[in-house]
């Protein structure tokens, strides 16, 4: 019986093939081709200007693109499993918009000028603020539609409030740098980025991991998941804590970046066998996959017009998205 | 060892009061069906034996109240089927089975070869062993509902509480699970069944607990409530009660007359 699970390991070891591959590729494409082995010899002390440049801007960038795309693929699975919907993906509890607004809060105030930690730092703190507010609405109901619509109504909020302070900008460069900085990016961030979101990431998606057996249990419902020995309130409260550290460090660091956590457990969930637990470290390579594919595509595509990741992994991921629902549609009737 | 006991039981909804003050108890060894119309609060009881109910009063698992259980041990005490048959993603019909035998394995690791031969066979006894590669979703109502009993018979538990298991069941089927739910009692486990069909209800069952509005009316053998005529004022039908196969048989005749159910809960205060 060849069935998809005895396929696993081999999905596990493609992705993680490719993810190494993307990553040396990652490092190697730029304004100028420089060779990545250049890394191994000059880490530490680089010399040459080629060294400082793999150093100091690829490699954070790399780092960034895996971490980042790790935790918005991984939480992606985590939230379509807990939620039992296919739609649902970090954006959906209103996380990477509350993130959104404490960033732009950060930029609007001028506090960014004072420290390079100022915004992700405030965009943290809106990632938090939004997990207790969901805490406080969705109470001790834990009803699935309570916490779709309190996500939704929180990232409305967020999203008119970002709107109000772009509106209430009398500084057009400041604005200019909302609207960019919302975008999503990995361009011109450093190390200083990779120890301050990673962290967090690491914790985020460690937490998130450990729903795995619950999210298994949780295909069959609330009521015969409980009788399988899960809790339901532990199971949400690690689900939206975890995403909310993961995610939010990474839209901390890289602004809001849509699309990777709705489709990356979209395309593999067929292929480890629809089980919601094995789907969490596909996803999570997954995403790091997709997202340094989308990074390079960034730089390669146009490269003198610093074009935005996040506008191109919504460009790429919406049609995608679109031509993968009317095939399955096509393919079930 | 395993004995759950009830003591005045009570569960109420915003619309009012579901479980009135039921009390029971019950040791292994029993295959008890659990009787009444629609609405009557069946499916309550069942949840609230499973502990996934709030209520008021006691239910005790061997002692022990069913909230207070560890979880995994619960899982390993008590196994549940509820009425809806939900299976979201489309999972193989073998993985949705050995989603039973999470209680037996470790957090991180799968299930081992001997959860996998547990599984197998409680397909087999289910007479679903050919679907273990089949998508759940493509298989008809019935079948889906064998996969689902085989995964509640996977979990391996002292004590089965399953709601309306035959329901979309063809004859033989329902027979055979019938059968297997009384070997189960037979071999020592604790088997809940609530039940629609009295006619398999009056053969198969050791005990019936019959509910009325939230109200335990009766609980007792299935020949001694044949003889009381509770059936037919609870359900307002007329029966032809028979022997088969030296067991007593309920057989719904007739709709009463004078029928109070057809106006459902006019005694209760809302």
Redesign the interface.
């Known amino acids: 019986?060849t069935?998809p699970?005895s396929l696993y390991p081999a999905l596990l070891g493609t992705l993680s093939f490719l993810l190494v591959g993307l990553f040396v590729l990652s490092l190697g494409i730029g304004q100028v081709w420089i060779d990545p082995t250049l890394l191994w010899f000059s880490i530490g002390e680089p010399s040459s200007a080629e060294a400082i440049i793999l150093n100091e801007i690829r490699l954070p960038r790399a780092v960034l693109a895996v971490m980042i795309g790790a935790i918005l693929g991984l939480s992606g699975a985590v939230l379509q499993g807990f939620l039992?919907n296919p739609l649902a993906e970090p954006g959906l509890l209103g996380i990477s918009a509350t993130a959104s607004l404490g960033a732009v809060l950060a930029i609007y105030s001028g506090l960014t000028a004072f420290h390079a930690y100022a915004l992700p730092l405030s965009a943290l703190v809106g990632a938090f603020l939004a997990v207790f507010l969901l805490q406080a609405l969705v109470g001790r109901t834990g009803d699935i539609l309570t916490i779709i619509l309190a996500g939704v109504a929180l990232s409305s909020l967020s999203a008119a409030l970002t709107s109000l302070i772009l509106n209430m900008s009398t500084n057009p460069f400041a604005a200019l740098e909302i609207v960019f900085w919302m975008m999503g990016s990995l361009a011109d961030r450093s190390l200083v980025h990779v120890f301050l979101a990673g962290p967090f990431i690491l914790v985020g998606g460690a937490l998130l991991l450990f729903t795995?057996?619950a999210l298994?249990?949780?295909?069959?419902?609330a009521?015969?998941a409980?009788?399988?020995?899960?809790?339901l309130q532990r199971t949400r409260t690690i689900t939206i804590l975890g995403t909310a550290i993961g995610v939010g460090a990474a839209t901390a660091v890289a602004g809001a970046i849509g699309f990777v956590g709705l489709i990356v457990p979209h395309v593999l969930?067929p292929l480890v066998?629809?089980?919601?637990g094995r789907l969490l470290p596909a996803s999570a390579l997954g995403g790091a996959v997709f997202l340094l594919a989308a990074d390079i595509f960034v730089r390669v595509i146009m490269p003198e017009r610093d074009l935005k990741l996040g506008v191109v992994t919504a460009i790429l991921g919406a049609p995608f998205f679109l031509w993968l629902l009317v095939s399955l549609r096509r393919r079930s009737s | 060892m395993t004995r759950i006991t009830c003591k005045d039981v009570n569960v109420s909804y915003r619309s009012g009061p579901v479980l009135k003050s039921v009390s029971f108890d019950a040791t292994k060894g029993q295959l008890i069906g659990v009787i009444g119309p629609n609405g009557a609060g069946k499916s309550t009881l069942i949840r609230a034996l499973a502990g996934l109910q709030s209520y008021s009063g006691d239910i005790q698992w061997d002692g022990r109240d069913v909230h207070r259980m560890a979880a995994t041990e619960r899982a390993k005490t008590i196994a549940y089927m509820p009425q809806a048959r939900t299976v979201h993603w489309t999972l193989p019909c073998l993985d949705v089975v050995l989603l039973g035998r999470l209680p037996h394995h470790s957090r991180f690791a799968g299930p081992s070869e001997k959860d996998r031969e547990t599984a197998l066979a409680a397909m087999s006894q289910m007479d679903v062993q050919g679907f273990a590669a089949r998508p759940f979703d493509k298989l008809s109502g019935g079948e889906q509902a064998r996969v689902l009993i085989a995964r509640m018979l996977a979990q391996d538990s002292a004590c089965f509480l399953a709601d309306e298991p035959v329901n979309g069941l063809d004859p033989a089927h329902q027979i055979s699970l019938m059968q297997t739910f009384q070997k189960f009692a037979q071999a020592g486990r604790l088997v809940f069944v609530s039940l629609h069909d009295l006619t398999l209800a009056g053969r198969w069952c050791d005990r019936l607990l019959l509910i009325e509005h939230g109200s335990l009316k009766a609980d007792t053998s299935p020949g001694e409530l044949i003889g009381t005529g509770l059936i037919q004022q609870v359900y307002g039908i007329e029966t032809m009660d028979i022997m088969l196969a030296g067991q007593p048989t309920i057989v719904p005749a007739a709709v009463r007359s004078n029928a109070s159910t057809l106006v459902p809960n006019q005694s209760d205060s809302f």
């Open positions: 019986m069935s699970s039992r795995a057996r298994d249990a949780l295909s069959l419902g009521d015969v409980q009788s399988l020995g899960v809790s969930r066998g629809q089980k919601p």
